[in-house]
């Protein structure tokens, strides 16, 4: 397989963390660490909105039981959420934005406990087990593979989760796992500050922390094709979704079980929308 300008990562290896909360994968190839000392702000932040209080931190309890069902108000099986939801979302990007220099966009999926702000280090295991306050948490943060541009600008972008026993972080995607929860979960969302990203999810695959998807020995992640081609190689389950040349790619990425290094992945196609009319009912 090939890489338009790859360049061998020396020190990049893939690790499994074995740990009471679940397992990740990381590259752990350290380019350029960011300092301790980096100016950050790190108290809760808070917007109010119109209709809602949007709260930066998650509120989800680390012993909460294993979900059973997805009925929270929202539907991941139609192309829109509701006013209320979408104006929180847009606060708690733009609060983000402006106050956390490693913040991406805000990820939701209706239906599910996966409604976390995306954060992107200088390398993998930055915000492994750091919040974005950059301080020590034991489940991390949902965050951006540091290949990705920041500003979701590459055809293929891979965010990672803790898999958690509580349920928390990207725990959720294990309950996608059967036709019907599959089919009830079409679409996601990620809110940037200037842009909103519908998910189309195209596939729910199982395949090897050592997979070329990962790209683990590259400095750049694999084109499009490549990456669509082996997530509907690698699929559990799939769906029929247009994808055309220019289009943008993004695997959501946590740890399974069905073999030693395993990871379960959930491929979407980016679909940016920039009227409130095309994702708000």
């Known amino acids: 397989?090939?890489?338009?300008?790859?360049?061998?990562?020396?020190?990049?290896?893939?690790?499994?963390?074995?740990?009471?909360?679940?397992?990740?994968?990381?590259?752990?190839?350290?380019?350029?660490?960011?300092?301790?000392?980096?100016?950050?702000?790190?108290?809760?932040?808070?917007?109010?909105?119109?209709?809602?209080?949007?709260?930066?931190?998650?509120?989800?309890?680390?012993?909460?039981?294993?979900?059973?069902?997805?009925?929270?108000?929202?539907?991941?099986?139609?192309?829109?959420?509701?006013?209320?939801?979408?104006?929180?979302?847009?606060?708690?990007?733009?609060?983000?934005?402006?106050?956390?220099?490693?913040?991406?966009?805000?990820?939701?999926?209706?239906?599910?406990?996966?409604?976390?702000?995306?954060?992107?280090?200088?390398?993998?295991?930055?915000?492994?087990?750091?919040?974005?306050?950059?301080?020590?948490?034991?489940?991390?943060?949902?965050?951006?593979?540091?290949?990705?541009?920041?500003?979701?600008?590459?055809e293929t972008n891979i965010i990672y989760g803790h898999n958690m026993n509580a349920g928390t972080m990207f725990a959720d995607i294990r309950n996608f796992r059967t036709n019907a929860s599959f089919n009830a979960h079409r679409y996601g969302w990620i809110f940037t500050k200037d842009v909103v990203y519908r998910l189309d999810f195209i596939a729910l695959s199982v395949l090897s922390a050592y997979d070329e998807m990962y790209a683990l020995a590259y400095f750049e992640l694999p084109t499009q094709e490549f990456f669509l081609e082996r997530a509907?190689?690698?699929?559990?389950?799939k769906r029929d979704v247009e994808v055309n040349p220019g289009d943008k790619l993004v695997m959501l990425s946590t740890c399974a079980y069905d073999f030693e290094m395993a990871r379960q992945i959930m491929t979407a196609k980016l679909v940016p929308l920039t009227n409130e009319a095309d994702y708000v009912r």
């Open 232 to 237: 509907l190689a690698t699929a559990q389950f």
């Open 1 to 154: 397989m090939a890489f338009p300008k790859a360049a061998k990562i020396g020190t990049g290896i893939a690790a499994c963390l074995l740990v009471a909360g679940g397992i990740l994968w990381t590259v752990l190839g350290r380019p350029k660490p960011i300092p301790e000392t980096a100016e950050v702000t790190t108290t809760a932040v808070t917007t109010t909105t119109a209709e809602t209080t949007a709260e930066t931190t998650t509120t989800v309890s680390e012993t909460a039981p294993p979900m059973q069902s997805f009925q929270v108000g929202e539907n991941a099986a139609e192309p829109y959420i509701t006013a209320a939801k979408a104006a929180e979302l847009h606060g708690k990007a733009e609060v983000m934005a402006e106050n956390y220099r490693d913040f991406v966009g805000w990820i939701y999926i209706p239906n599910s406990r996966i409604d976390y702000p995306v954060m992107r280090g200088d390398y993998n295991d930055y915000y492994l087990h750091r919040n974005f306050n950059r301080q020590y948490e034991f489940k991390g943060s949902i965050f951006m593979d540091y290949r990705s541009p920041g500003d979701l600008s590459n």
